[in-house]
């Protein structure tokens, strides 16, 4: 089925440093969502993006909807070991007369203490 | 803990069987979604129920079937079951069929 592509596709860092991640697609979304999966979990959600350009922060967590509309990205400063999981990006588009919800493949996120 | 709640949390069964897997949505969400996770894999949209009627289809498999109850309860009906079908299933709510989704903690279905 369809996804965004999400990078990177993994990335260990060590505690205290910086990350960054994002979501590219060749459609227009009106809403980019972010969301955290730990093992046998469900997905929860972390930023939730409205408009084109919107900068949105949540703790130590920024994401920010692309002006294209085709890109999203999520910063999470300071890392720390609880961090550790796997990073969705999920797009809404308006197709064939309904919404629908694209997920990007993940980012597996590891931070070494 | 979300509000969303799947039942039951794990399930095995045979191939050629039919399994049925619940959802009830966060109090007052009206919108109800179901998604199949692979091993390893991203999150593929399956069906979006919202206030008892279908609203969206993704990739669903004509094996597969759901349905929203009157009181917003949701479940998802898979037959014929192949192996392929193992994976981790994960309903969602929101208040809106345009608002961020909540996600429920997922129903992992072994075919054997």
């Known amino acids: 089925g369809q996804q965004l592509n999400q990078s990177p596709q993994s990335m260990f860092i060590q505690e205290g440093e910086d990350v960054s991640m994002n979501c590219t697609s060749s459609?227009?979304?009106?809403?980019w969502l972010w969301y955290k999966q730990d093992p046998g979990e469900g997905p929860v959600l972390l930023i939730a993006l409205y408009k084109a350009g919107e900068l949105t922060s949540n703790g130590r967590l920024t994401a920010q909807f692309g002006i294209t509309r085709k890109d999203s990205f999520l910063n999470i400063s300071a890392s720390i070991p609880s961090d550790v999981g796997i990073y969705f990006c999920?797009?809404?588009?308006?197709?064939?007369?309904?919404?629908?919800?694209?997920f990007g493949t993940g980012t597996r996120l590891k931070v070494l203490a | 803990d979300s509000g969303v709640t799947q039942t039951p949390k794990h399930l095995i069964t045979a191939t050629g069987q039919r399994v049925t897997l619940r959802c009830s949505p966060r109090?007052?969400?009206?919108?109800v979604y179901w998604y199949q996770q692979s091993l390893d894999q991203g999150l593929q949209f399956l069906i979006q129920?919202?206030?008892?009627?279908?609203?969206a289809k993704g990739n669903i498999l004509e094996r597969f079937s759901a349905q929203q109850f009157p009181d917003l309860h949701s479940e998802l009906n898979l037959s014929s079951l192949e192996l392929g079908d193992s994976a981790l299933y994960f309903c969602a709510s929101s208040v809106a069929g345009v608002n961020e989704q909540f996600f429920g903690p997922g129903t992992r279905l072994t075919v054997l």
């Open positions: 459609s227009i979304f009106n809403t």
């Open positions: 999920a797009g809404q588009e308006w197709t064939s007369g309904t919404y629908k919800y694209i």
């Open positions: 129920y919202y206030n008892g009627e279908e609203r």
């Open positions: 109090s007052g969400d009206l919108s």
